[in-house]
T-cell receptor, first 111, second 116 residues
């Protein structure tokens, strides 16, 4: 069974640009979660989508947004990139209420 | 409020040593889940175990074992006869279902280095 996939693996942007990160969940999983892991810091919860709806978001500014598509894949958009947005962005999927399984991450570098 | 504390920031051991990673959690909820994940240098978080609050049985999986004690709010993880491939950052996490507030509360992780 295929695991969670994320694309791209690496993304390099300049300050002020927009970044789009993509995630495909494990087949049958309806929930998708996004996390930010900055260097030296723990995992910070960003967003949770379930059945196409945003269910919860962490303490991040509105320029972090996303959506979940009918096939349960998800997209994370970061607008007006700042240097401190450089981090590993991890996506996880789960059946509703179940264990989260993670993808390999997208490493975003903002120059 | 919910909280997970992994007091050990970094641990270094020599191969074949046993090592225990500590995890202490705080929650007022009676129903919750505890998790351990492993993050090797590649970055991908690998799920290791999930335990619900009503199941205090310890678990063993190969060289890995987990000790859940509600009395001390701890969920410790022991690696027996450690190997170099065990080198990774290990995260403990707590999940509480509270309506719309379902998310994992993470510890800051313990970086384990197993040296040959």
């Amino acid at each position: 069974e295929a695991g969670v996939t994320q694309s791209p693996t690496h993304l390099i942007k300049t300050r002020g640009q927009q970044a789009t990160l993509r995630c495909s969940p494990i087949s049958g999983h309806t929930s998708v979660y996004w996390y930010q892991q900055a260097l030296g810091l723990g995992l910070q919860f960003l967003l949770w989508y379930d059945e196409g709806e945003e269910r919860n978001r962490g303490n991040f500014p509105p320029r972090f947004s996303g959506r979940q598509f009918p096939n349960y894949s998800s997209e994370l958009n970061v607008n007006a990139l700042e240097l401190e947005d450089s981090a590993l962005y991890l996506c996880a999927s789960s059946p509703t209420g179940g264990t989260q399984y993670f993808g390999p991450g997208t490493r975003l570098t903002v120059l | 409020a919910q909280k997970v504390t992994q007091a050990q920031t970094e641990i270094s051991v020599v191969e074949k040593e046993d090592v225990t990673l500590d995890c202490v959690y705080e929650t007022r909820d009676t129903t919750y889940y505890l998790f351990w994940y492993k993050q090797p240098p590649s970055g991908e978080l690998v799920f290791l175990i999930r335990r619900n609050s009503f199941d205090e049985q310890n678990e063993i999986s190969g060289r890995y074992s987990w000790n859940f004690q509600k009395s001390t709010s701890s969920f410790n993880f022991t690696i027996t006869a450690s190997q170099v491939v065990d080198s990774a950052v290990y995260f403990c996490a707590l999940s509480v279902n509270a309506g719309n507030n379902r998310k994992l509360i993470w510890g800051l992780g313990t970086s384990l280095a197993v040296n040959p």
